[in-house]
C-alpha cells in the first residue's frame, strides 16, 4: 500500500507548518487563549485564503477535490501547535453531515460559506445523561405544522462561542435510548430560545452548554432522512476521531520532541539527565508510541470509506492505541520535566493537557474498547 502523500498534500504540509511555526508560538498562543475571544478570527480567514477549509469537500459542492487524508494532514499541522480554531467542528462534522445526507439546497446553502470562513459552526451532540451513547437523547424536535419545535439541552459543546450556526441531534420519535427515531438539523445559533453559557476548557479552547426553550425550525432545517439519523452520525463522528487522531499524533511528536530537548539541556549531578540510560529508555518508548500511533491514525483514515463494520474497527482501534499512547507520552514527558511541566511556564503542560482531554472526546479508550470487542465477535 502507497503511504506517499500526493505533491499538492506535501505542499498543503508545508505551507501549514510555516503558518502554525509563525502564528503559534507558544507565548502567542498562550496570550491567545487568555484573551477574551479566545481564539483568532484572522487566523480563521487565512486558513480560509489558503484553501484548507475547503480541502476535503469535492470541486462539485465548491470545495478543492480532497477527502479524508486531506483533512489528516492538516490535523496533524494542527496538533503540532494546539491550534483552536474550530477545524473539525465546523469541517469535518458540519461538512461531513452535508456531504453525506445534505439536499443540493442545504450544500449551496452552507458549504460555500465554510470554504470562504463567513459560516462556523459547532457539532451539539452530548448530553449530560448521554455518556458516549450517541442515541440517548432527551433532546426533542417536535412536529409543528410544516417544521420543528426543539427543546433540550447539549453538553460540552466544544466551539460553540466562536460559532454562527449550530449542526445538532435530536430525538424526533422513539424513546431516550433508540437508535431509531434520531434526526440532524442545522440552526442559526442566534435563533430565538437558544441559551449559551460559555467557559474555556482546560485545554484552552472554548465551549459551551447549549440550551434550546421552545425554538421554531423549519423543515429546511432538517439534515437528510428524518428519524433515520444514527448511521450517519456514527460514521460523522467516526471522521471527526480520525481527524483528532491525527492531531494527537502531531502534539505527541512535539512533546516528545521538547522532552528530548529538555533532557539535554537540564543537569543533575553535574550532567544532562539526558545521560541517564534509564530517561534514554523513557524517551525511546516515547517515540514507539508515537510512531505505532501514526500508523493506526492512518489506517484509521484509510477505512473511512470501507463498510460500516469495517470502519466502526478500525477507528476504534485507533481510538484505543492513540488514546493509550497520549495518556502515556503526556505523562511520560510531564514526568522527565519535573514540577516545572505542570506550570504554565513550560509549553510542554499544555502538551499534556490537550493529550489527556483527547481521551474523552467521542469515546475514551475503555469505550472504544468495548466497541472493537463488539464489533469482532458480531
Known amino acids: 500500500m502507497d503511504f506517499n502523500f500526493t505533491e499538492e498534500q506535501a505542499m498543503v504540509r508545508d505551507g501549514l507548518s510555516r503558518l502554525v511555526r509563525e502564528q503559534y508560538d507558544w507565548e502567542t498562543r498562550r496570550s491567545v ?74 450544500k449551496e446553502e452552507h458549504i460555500g460559506g465554510i470554504v470562504d470562513g463567513s459560516r462556523i459552526f459547532a457539532f451539539a451532540y452530548a448530553e449530560p445523561q448521554g455518556r458516549y451513547d450517541l442515541a440517548d437523547l432527551t433532546t426533542t424536535a417536535k412536529k409543528d405544522g410544516e417544521g420543528y419545535v426543539l427543546n433540550g439541552h447539549k453538553a460540552v459543546v466544544v466551539g460553540a462561542p466562536w460559532a454562527t450556526h449550530l449542526v445538532l441531534t435530536a430525538r424526533t420519535s422513539g424513546e431516550q435510548r433508540d437508535r431509531d427515531g434520531i434526526s440532524v438539523f442545522i440552526i442559526d445559533k442566534n435563533a430565538a430560545g437558544v441559551v449559551c453559557r460559555d467557559y474555556p476548557t482546560v485545554d484552552g479552547r472554548r465551549a459551551s452548554e447549549v440550551y434550546f426553550e421552545n425554538v421554531a425550525m423549519s423543515s429546511d432545517a432538517l439534515i437528510g432522512e428524518e428519524g433515520a439519523a444514527l448511521p450517519v452520525i456514527e460514521r460523522v463522528v467516526d471522521e471527526a476521531i480520525a481527524a483528532q487522531c491525527a492531531e494527537a499524533c502531531g502534539a505527541m511528536k512535539v512533546a516528545h520532541k521538547m522532552t528530548v530537548e529538555y533532557s539535554r539541556q537540564r543537569k543533575q549531578f553535574g550532567v544532562p539527565i ?30 473511512l470509506d470501507a463498510s460500516e463494520t469495517e470502519r466502526k474497527r478500525a477507528v476504534s482501534a485507533a481510538k484505543v492505541r492513540v488514546g493509550q499512547a497520549a495518556q502515556f507520552v503526556g505523562q511520560e514527558a510531564i514526568q522527565i520535566h519535573g514540577g516545572m511541566g505542570m506550570t504554565d511556564e513550560l509549553a510542554i503542560g499544555s502538551y499534556f493537557k490537550r493529550l489527556t482531554i483527547f481521551d474523552s472526546e467521542f469515546g475514551n479508550v475503555d469505550h472504544h474498547m468495548k466497541r472493537h470487542i463488539g464489533l469482532n465477535g458480531s
Not at 39 to 64: C, H, T, Y
Not at 278 to 300: G, K, W
Open 274 to 303: 539526558g545521560s541517564f540510560q534509564v530517561l534514554q529508555h523513557r524517551m525511546v518508548d516515547m517515540f514507539t508510541e508515537c510512531e505505532q500511533s501514526v500508523s493506526m491514525s492512518y489506517l484509521a483514515t484509510l477505512k
Open 33 to 106: 487563549v487568555d484573551s477574551e475571544s479566545g481564539w483568532r478570527p484572522e487566523v480563521w480567514a487565512q486558513l480560509a485564503e489558503l484553501g484548507i477549509l475547503g480541502m476535503p469537500f469535492s470541486e462539485a459542492d465548491g470545495g478543492f477535490g480532497g477527502g479524508a487524508v486531506d483533512a489528516m494532514v492538516v490535523m496533524e499541522e494542527f496538533g503540532q501547535g494546539l491550534v483552536v480554531e474550530p477545524f473539525v467542528p465546523t469541517v469535518v462534522c458540519a461538512g461531513g453531515f452535508l456531504k453525506h445526507s445534505g439536499t443540493q439546497a442545504q
